[in-house]
């Protein structure tokens, strides 16, 4: 069993800059690929980023190219998500998540974190 927890989540204005934390615990080896969602309120889990294992291949939703960063450091078992330029639509609870492949799609992620508040205010 894997547990993931998310950190670093706050209200901000639009514009500023977060940077979020995904440290997982548990059975972790091999250390998968890890990948960040969000969820609004009433709407659908939303593919943001992705990192595969070696860090050597990242994936980006369109909506979040050029503003966030995915990047991992294995030996702190971490996964973090740099978001610069926030805007009000990235307002959401940011959620990791844990795969075996490279997918964007929610079903492929076998273990999920509680997520992290993030609101931006314009």
């Known amino acids: 069993q894997v547990r993931l927890v998310e950190s670093g989540g706050e209200m901000v204005q639009a514009g500023d800059s977060l940077r979020l934390s995904c440290v997982a615990s548990?059975?972790?080896?091999?250390?998968?690929?890890v990948g960040w969602f969000r969820q609004a309120p009433g709407k659908a889990r939303e593919f943001v980023a992705l990192?595969?294992?070696?860090?050597?291949?990242?994936v980006y939703a369109d909506t979040v190219k050029g503003r966030f960063t995915i990047s991992r450091d294995n030996a702190k078992k971490a996964v973090y998500l740099q978001m610069n330029n926030l805007q009000p639509e990235d307002t959401a609870l940011y959620l990791c998540?844990?795969?075996?492949?490279?997918?964007?799609?929610?079903?492929?992620?076998?273990?999920w974190g509680r997520g992290t508040q993030v609101t931006v205010s314009s």
């Open positions: 548990g059975r972790t080896d091999p250390w998968p690929n």
């Open positions: 990192v595969n294992w070696g860090a050597t291949t990242t």
């Open positions: 998540g844990v795969t075996s492949i490279m997918s964007r799609l929610p079903r492929h992620y076998n273990w």
